[in-house]
Every structure is written in C-alpha cells, then in structure tokens.
C-alpha cells in the first residue's frame, strides 16, 4: 500500500512569489491535513479537508489557503510567501479519527 | 481549547538504561492520545495510541505508554534503550470534537552508546 506522498520534496522561493505544494493522501483516506513544522516552533495545524471541503483551519493568515480535489488529493498554496514560512510543510492523512494519521515525507520549503 | 505539554525540550539517556518522555495534556472531553517520532529530515512516523480501555499502551519498537487521567498525563517509556531510538518525539492529543491533532513542540531523545 502507497503512503501519503508529497511533493515536491524541496521548494526555493523568492519573497513575495506564490508556492504550491501537494498531497496524495493513502487509497480509501479522505482527510487530509496539513502542518507547518517551523524551526524551535512544533508542529503547527493549518488546514483540514475532508470529502472535497475545508473542515477546520488553524491560526494562519489568509494567504494560506488550499483545496481538495474529487480523487482527495490535496494542494496548499501560499501566496506572497514572506521569510518566516520557510518551514517543513507535512500533510497527513486519516481515514478514522481514532486511527490517527499517516504522515508523508514533508516538503521543505526555503524563503529567500 | 485542547493542548499538550512536553516539558523537556531534550532527555538524555545511556544505552541499555531506560527511558521516559514526558507528556502532560488538556481536553475537554475523553482524550484519544498518540505518540509519534520523526528522524531528521523526515515525516512523523505513528508509534502507539491510547483511545480507551488498558491504562498501559503498547506500541512500535518496544515503546510502550501510560495513560494517567488524574495527572492527564500520558508518558512515553521503553525499558532498554537503544542508540537508534535517538530522535524527535511528539505526542499529540484530539478530542471528537476538534478532530484535529494538537502536538506537543516535541522531545528530542539522545542515547549515548
């Protein structure tokens, strides 16, 4: 069975550019969230998707913002990327909310 | 407002000794707790949860953990530590309301050989 996958694995952005990172959550999964892991920072809960809607989101400023498309992959975009959202971005993946989540492999994203 | 607490940013430990990482939490309703450990570079990889019934979880690798409501707490323990289980350690916390993982700012385990 395919784990979660993300990509791409490493994104460099300029100031002020947008980025898009992706998800495929595991086959039959259909939440799918999404973490920022900054530095000295934790893991942070920015957005959650479940069934094509966005359930729930975390204390992020609008410029965050993603989608779920009908197969339940998912993309996180963020525009005008400032320094500070230079970060690990994980998305995971739930079929049961008591099961947990399965993680993917992150995409490293650098600010410049 | 759920929250989980890590009080040691780092635990050091030597090789064959064992373990503890501390976890304390708040919800407002039952909790569904879990542990979780990252390698450098890499995503969380899921080691045990507790969601009801025996007090004391067993999970991956030899790691096991201890529900105690009255403290609300929910501490990590391995009886033998091994060199590769040096990593970053997270635990988490979600009630059925929320359904959202809220984590700890992690635990980072070193064992010396």
């Known amino acids: 069975e395919a784990g979660v996958t993300q990509s791409p694995t490493h994104l460099i952005k300029t100031r002020g550019q947008q980025a898009t990172l992706r998800c495929s959550p595991i086959?039959?999964?259909?939440?799918v969230y999404w973490y920022q892991q900054a530095l000295g920072l934790g893991l942070q809960f920015l957005l959650w998707y479940d069934e094509g809607e966005e359930r729930n989101r975390g204390n992020f400023p609008p410029r965050f913002s993603g989608r779920q498309f009908p197969n339940y992959s998912s993309e996180l975009n963020v525009n005008a990327l400032e320094l500070e959202d230079s970060a690990l971005y994980l998305c995971a993946s739930s079929q049961d909310r008591s099961l947990g989540y399965t993680f993917g492999s992150g995409t490293r994203l650098t600010v410049v | 407002a759920q929250s989980v607490a890590q009080p040691e940013d780092q635990v050091n430990v030597a090789e064959g000794n064992p373990l503890t990482v501390k976890c304390t939490y708040s919800?407002?309703?039952?909790?569904?707790l879990f542990w979780y450990v990252q390698y450098p570079n890499r995503g969380l990889q899921f080691l045990l949860k507790?969601?009801?019934?025996?007090?004391l979880v067993k999970g991956s690798y030899g790691f096991e953990a201890e529900f105690n409501k009255s403290q609300t707490s929910f501490h990590l323990k391995k009886p033998s530590a091994l060199v590769s289980d040096s990593a970053l350690y997270f635990c988490a916390v979600r009630d059925g309301r929320y359904s959202t993982l809220t984590f700890g700012k992690g635990t980072m385990l070193l064992v010396s050989p």
């Open positions: 086959s039959g999964h259909t939440s």
């Open positions: 919800v407002s309703g039952n909790p569904y």
């Open positions: 507790y969601i009801t019934g025996d007090n």
